[in-house]
């Protein structure tokens, strides 16, 4: 175990004031014991340097999925005050709303037997993915200023969804705050032609089962039950994206002086939440998650066309359970020392996870709070879950997003074949198509942390709560 | 000179050595590439880049957040990279071939050139860089 951090709960534990220079506040984490192990000290280091920032509001916390990575940690929350607090790309990554979609079919296991491949073959078909991967879309300049301010409402008005798919969005499938003024032609260039496309890396477009209903009364709420078929979606804001976080991210770090602001990594640069960069940021950011937003409906689109024409059952039959964000930045009210209060909630590699009550979740969903959906790395489980009263309280209404990996990509290429672990997930009944098999070795299961622990440690420490367990059946990856 | 990938749970780190700086950005530019597509060739594509930054860091950075800008909207796989720096200034002329699904799915698509741990320093041989890539 790393010296210098306590345990301060069964499975909290704090690093104190003083772990690197200038913290402001102390870093707060949450992990199981076996996970502890895992835990690299440049991850804990970087949740360090967050609570140097500006403005930080009680703690710099990590979840259970936390790791290193570049500016604040993977798994990385804080929220800072609206006066005197900061925003910072380093904050959301460079994947701005990369998140998650579920969907539910009325689709038992059986009624794809025989099929599997043939389905895997339709979507892989239907949905671009991989490096170069272009929409078959083509969106305007002015269609894509639509689509930065209205997101997924955008889809649903051209006839790509409906109007309750929208209600079961995290913000309803568009934040507001879009500046579009704010987003690059460079931005847009590599955003028009991807309207629709997945990307690659861990994005992916699965189909799998609901093996386990852990929360009946929750899953009943939900609309999910035992051997229901479902697929998710999980992708982000694409080249529009990532070219938002490059521009800002320069213009930020060539800021840092202007407002006195001193920074341990440059990758935390940032300006004050009132200032022109600042404010800047923010609003080309929103137009990157709301892109997000309308990126993955237009997708779940095109994958029920390709469900329905394939076992005849009604386009509205496929029921959106809700679609999450896990890289964002956004102004939410919390409790903060039992005043309501407005902040600037940061979550990169975090899940927004509202407990019941909540504003800003559907009706429907609450008396058991918004659904959560943790997607597992390739072959493995992935989780639907419910948000809290103790998130609320200890993590900005934040829980993990993944499993967290644990082995490099580069160790993961000269361990594992593509091509092997494609014919080993097929002899367990798993389908998965993708441009590359060398791909996949970088994605093969071993190389993260078992999502089990980690939805576990959630769980257990009463960040959300488990609802259902998804087996995969077929994955296509970028 | 050269550029090996390092060890790095969540991202790509890669360190690059040249024997001038300018050297050490076309070993940035060529370690890119390789990361997100694997082996390439000089087919007869040409692009021209000029940057100005104020210190070789965020030069760097700009460099190859250009280059993934450009192969993101033209499709278009570097090779070559031959870059010339004066001052603030940097011009580089590059050569590659289109994107090949077939032959240029081997990597992983860079999202991002992070700014953490971004420091050129010189050793006794050469000039080295770790870089690490979001993907």
């Known amino acids: 175990m790393l010296q210098g951090i306590n345990m301060v709960g069964d499975f909290e534990w704090e690093v104190p004031v003083g772990y690197v220079p200038n913290m402001r506040v102390p870093g707060r984490f949450f992990l199981s014991r076996a996970l502890a192990e895992t835990l690299e000290e440049g991850a804990v280091r970087q949740?360090?340097?967050?609570?140097?920032?500006?403005?930080?509001?009680?703690?710099?916390?990590?979840?259970?999925?936390?790791?290193?990575g570049y500016g604040f940690p993977i798994g990385g929350v804080a929220a800072f005050d609206m006066t005197d607090g900061v925003v910072?790309?380093?904050?959301?990554?460079?994947?701005?709303?990369?998140?998650v979609r579920l969907i539910t079919t009325p689709l038992k296991e059986a009624d794809l037997a025989g099929k599997k491949r043939e389905l895997i073959e339709r979507l892989f078909s239907a949905v671009p993915t991989g490096v170069g991967g272009k929409s078959a879309m083509r969106v305007s300049n002015k269609e894509l200023a639509a689509v930065m301010v209205d997101g997924a409402r955008w889809a649903v008005e051209r006839g790509l969804g409906t109007a309750a798919d929208l209600v079961r969005c995290e913000e309803e499938g568009a934040m507001p705050g879009a500046d579009?003024?704010?987003?690059?032609?460079?931005?847009?260039?590599?955003?028009?032609?991807?309207?629709?496309?997945?990307?690659?890396?861990?994005?992916?477009?699965?189909?799998?089962?609901?093996?386990?209903?852990?929360?009946?009364?929750?899953?009943?709420?939900?609309?999910?039950?035992?051997?229901?078929?479902?697929?998710?979606?999980?992708?982000?804001?694409?080249?529009?994206?990532?070219?938002?976080?490059?521009?800002?991210?320069?213009?930020?770090?060539?800021?840092?002086?202007?407002?006195?602001i001193e920074v341990p990594d440059r990758q935390l640069a940032c300006a004050p939440l009132d200032s022109a960069e600042g404010r800047a940021y923010y609003g080309g950011m929103v137009c990157a998650a709301n892109y997000a937003w309308a990126n993955r409906q237009v997708i779940m689109h095109e994958a029920r066309k390709v469900f329905s024409g394939f076992f005849e059952i009604d386009y509205d039959e496929m029921r959106l359970v809700y679609d999450v964000a896990h890289n964002v930045a956004k102004f939410e009210h919390h409790d903060v020392n039992g005043v309501s209060t407005e902040v600037c909630v940061h979550r990169k590699g975090a899940t927004r996870a509202f407990g019941p009550g909540s504003p800003g979740i559907p009706r429907e969903y609450a008396a058991i709070g918004q659904p959560v959906i943790i997607p597992g790395s390739m072959g493995t489980s992935s989780f639907l879950l419910h948000g809290t009263a103790t998130a609320m309280q200890k993590t900005w209404g934040s829980t993990c997003h993944g499993a967290g990996r644990v082995l490099s990509r580069s160790k993961a290429k000269k361990e594992f074949r593509g091509r092997e672990l494609r014919e080993h997930l097929a002899e367990e009944g798993i389908v998965v198509r993708a441009h590359s098999d060398l791909a996949l070795a970088e994605e093969a299961p071993e190389v993260y942390k078992p999502s089990r622990e980690v939805v576990r440690v959630v769980h257990e420490a009463g960040l959300s709560g488990i609802v259902a367990r998804l087996e995969p059946l077929g994955v296509i990856k970028g | 000179m050269s550029f090996e990938e390092l060890d790095h749970t969540a991202d790509v780190l890669v360190r690059v050595r040249g024997a001038t700086i300018a050297e050490l950005f076309a070993e940035a530019g060529r370690a890119m590439f390789h990361v997100m597509y694997g082996p390439c060739e000089d087919r007869g594509i040409e692009r021209q880049v000029t940057l100005e930054a104020e210190n070789p860091e965020t030069l760097l950075i700009d460099l190859l957040s250009e280059l993934l800008f450009v192969t993101d909207v033209e499709n278009i796989v570097f090779c070559t990279f031959d870059v010339d720096i004066q001052g603030t200034r940097l011009s580089a002329a590059l050569k590659g071939e289109p994107f090949d699904p077939v032959r240029h799915s081997a990597g992983s698509l860079i999202k991002g050139v992070s700014y953490f741990g971004l420091e050129i320093v010189k050793d006794e041989e050469s000039y080295v860089v770790d870089i690490i890539f979001d993907i």
Request: glycine share 14%.
């Open chain 1, 47 to 68: 949740l360090a340097n967050v609570a140097t920032l500006p403005g930080i509001v009680k703690y710099s916390l990590a979840m259970p999925d936390i790791h290193w």
């Open chain 1, 88 to 99: 910072s790309p380093g904050g959301v990554g460079f994947d701005i709303n990369c998140g």
């Open chain 1, 180 to 260: 579009p003024e704010a987003v690059s032609a460079k931005a847009r260039q590599r955003g028009g032609p991807q309207v629709g496309t997945l990307g690659a890396g861990n994005h992916f477009l699965e189909v799998q089962v609901a093996k386990e209903i852990v929360d009946p009364e929750a899953a009943k709420v939900f609309g999910i039950t035992e051997g229901q078929v479902c697929f998710m979606v999980h992708c982000g804001s694409r080249g529009l994206g990532h070219q938002v976080a490059t521009d800002h991210i320069r213009v930020l770090e060539g800021a840092l002086g202007k407002y006195r």
